[in-house]
């Protein structure tokens, strides 16, 4: 069923859909503010590959490895892209 007026749905409020996601702020991805220096950002870049990394979760069982898998792949994309935007 439609709502008729004023409501929002996911995508005009901004939030996240499970099969429509808007890319996230690589800042917010590794949990650090904007006008973080570049030592500061990469002290959380590693805090978080070390946390993420599919072999230290791999004796959770494969759903657990695949779910750190993709989110070291964010990270990693993250810290990559902050640091092609600051040089």
Do not use: C, W
């Amino acid at each position: 069923y439609f709502s008729r007026g004023g409501g929002q749905n996911r995508q005009e409020t901004g939030e996240q859909t499970e099969n429509n996601e808007r890319p996230r702020n690589p800042y917010e991805i590794l949990g650090v503010d904007s006008t973080a220096s570049l030592e500061e950002i990469k002290k959380a870049y590693r805090s978080l590959v070390n946390k993420y990394h599919p072999d230290k979760v791999a004796h959770l069982g494969d759903e657990f490895r695949q779910m750190a898998e993709k989110r070291f792949k964010e990270i990693q994309q993250a810290y990559q892209e902050i640091r092609n935007t600051r040089q």
